[in-house]
Structures are given as structure tokens and as C-alpha cells.
């Protein structure tokens, strides 16, 4: 078999695995509603590479990746830059301290959809007091009455917003998965902390971009506190934080997005260190190519045997 056909194969196995990945999820996720996770010696990182200007850059071949797990370069197995479809759920903030700017919100929401290409899938929650679908994984841009008679009301659950999605996302079969948050970033009334929600999303591979809703006027010191929750959600799993909150700045970063979950690089290993230890490590991912700058997870908690 010639080295090529061989890593192929490889390849086509790595993407099946992703495939059944959801229904093992569910088999072990199900028994703790507050512990997502997925106990397979098998690493994935979805990486977003652009330029000095901000696009994605393509075309990257395998030779140029090293991947680091606590300062240890570990090996490659699977390797794609091929563009994919993605699926992403939209969190939309509409509690109380969101009465100003729930219009807006759902405004930036309909312009990220807009931007999705055909074959890519969208779901929408609102949250509130608590989490509720407003529409279910769809490639369709119309959206139900629900969607436009959402009002400002009741606390701010984002944690627990966060980790439903990622456990919606944790069923789905494209291996390239975010979730877009719309909030002015304030919680008041999660069951789970940001850890949890952040752990949660690291489980089944989500990047999170986080785009701050709040006044531009406000200049609190709660602002900056709620501001530094959004942008660690966003750096921790390799996403954006978007501070812009309209006008066409905000319609060129959701076209951004879309571009770069698109053309991800997907890449997979086997860690060398196989301890069922349930402790947290940390990833390094590094290019061989100057002025570029590469976002992807910053660690994933190993299984606990």
C-alpha cells in the first residue's frame, strides 16, 4: 500500500471515529447532567490561522504544525484543511439587564445567519432566568414568531447557556463546532460556574465567540469584570471576542467567523501520557510560518479513571 493510500485510510477512520463520537458522548454524558466528557485517548483541535489583516489563511500543509501537550510535542495522526461544514449555536441574551439592546442582539444574530453557507447548521437559544430553544440545528434562514417576540426579562444564566449548547453540540456530526454569544456578559443565577461551562465546551471541541452587547457608554467597573468573562470564554477555546456592538463592523467579524469556521484545521493526536487523571493540560499549537497568528483550545481535562 502506497504511503499515501495508507494515510488516507487513517484519515477516513479519524473522521469516522468523529462520527460515532456523539452517540459514545451520550452513553457517558447521561449519567451527570454537570460532566461532559468523553474518555478516548484521542485529542482533536480545530485551529483558525490568519494573517497580520485579520483573514484566514489557507493552504497550510501538515509539516508545518507542532502540537505541544504541557511542553511535550506530540505526534500527529490526522491532519484536514479541507473547508467543512460547521454547526454552531447562537446564544441569545435576553434577561433583564438586556433591555436596551435585545433588538440589537436578535439583529446580530439574524446577521451571522445570513452569512452561513448552505450546508452549514445553526441553532438558536435564548436564555434567560433559563435556557430555552427558540430553534433547533437548521440550514434555513427563516426563523419561527418566537424568535422576534423575544423580550428582556428575569436573571442571566450564561454558564448554564453555554453548557447546554455544548451538549447540543456534543450530538452533532460535524467536527467543527462553535457557539456565538450575544450577552452584555453578566451572570447572576448559573448552577455552573465558568469552569464548568468552559470544560463543557472543551469536551466536544466548540470554539466560543463571544461579542459584547452592553452600552458603549457604560464605563462601570462591572462592565470591564463581565467584558474579561466573555473574552476568557473566547480565548480559552481558541474563539474571538467582538467588542463592536453594530454597524458594519459587526457584519465584517460575523463574515470573519464564518469564513474561519470554515477553513479550519482540523488536526488529531494520541497523547503520550495515557494517566486517567482527570487533571487539566495544557495545548500548544505552533506553525512553521512568520506573521501569523493561530488560535485553538488552550488544554482539555483528561478522563478520570
Known amino acids: 500500500m502506497s504511503p499515501a493510500l495508507a494515510s488516507r485510510r487513517l484519515f477516513l477512520t479519524f473522521l469516522a471515529f468523529l462520527v460515532l463520537l456523539p452517540i459514545f458522548h451520550d452513553k457517558i454524558s447521561g449519567q451527570d447532567d454537570d460532566v461532559i466528557s468523553v474518555d478516548s485517548s484521542i485529542v482533536v483541535l480545530n485551529a483558525s490561522i490568519t494573517d497580520q489583516s485579520g483573514k484566514a489563511v489557507g493552504g497550510l500543509g501538515q509539516k508545518l504544525f507542532r502540537v505541544f501537550e504541557e511542553g511535550v510535542e506530540q505526534e500527529i495522526t490526522a491532519f484536514s ?71 428582556a426579562e428575569g436573571m442571566t444564566v450564561l454558564n448554564d447557556a453555554i453548557f447546554t449548547a455544548a451538549q447540543a453540540l456534543g450530538k452533532r456530526p460535524e467536527k467543527r463546532r462553535a457557539i456565538v454569544v450575544l450577552s452584555d456578559g453578566a451572570d447572576t443565577m448559573s448552577k455552573r460556574n465558568a469552569d464548568k461551562a468552559l470544560q463543557a465546551a472543551s469536551a466536544v471541541n466548540a470554539t466560543i465567540y463571544t461579542v459584547d452587547m452592553s452600552s ?55 497523547p503520550a501520557n495515557l494517566k486517567k487523571d482527570g487533571k487539566w493540560r495544557s495545548l500548544e499549537l505552533r506553525v512553521a510560518r512568520p506573521n501569523l497568528t493561530i488560535r485553538t483550545r488552550k488544554g482539555y481535562r483528561a478522563p478520570k479513571g
Open 81 to 151: 484543511a479541507e473547508e467543512t461544514p460547521f454547526a454552531v449555536v447562537i446564544l441569545l441574551d435576553t434577561s433583564g439587564s438586556m433591555e436596551q439592546r435585545v433588538s440589537l442582539a436578535r439583529s446580530a444574530a439574524l446577521q451571522f445567519l445570513n452569512g452561513l453557507r448552505i450546508d452549514d447548521n445553526a441553532a438558536i437559544y435564548a436564555f434567560d432566568t433559563e435556557v430555552k430553544l427558540v430553534r433547533d440545528f437548521s440550514n434555513s434562514r427563516d426563523l419561527g414568531d418566537l424568535f422576534y417576540d423575544l423580550k
Open 216 to 270: 458603549v457608554t457604560d464605563n462601570s467597573r462591572e462592565r470591564l469584570q463581565n467584558q474579561g468573562v466573555l473574552k476568557n470564554f473566547a480565548e480559552k477555546t481558541g474563539g474571538r471576542f467582538v467588542s463592536t456592538p453594530g454597524g458594519v463592523a459587526m457584519r465584517d467579524t460575523f463574515k470573519r467567523i464564518v469564513e474561519e469556521l470554515g477553513s479550519q484545521y482540523t488536526l488529531a493526536f494520541q
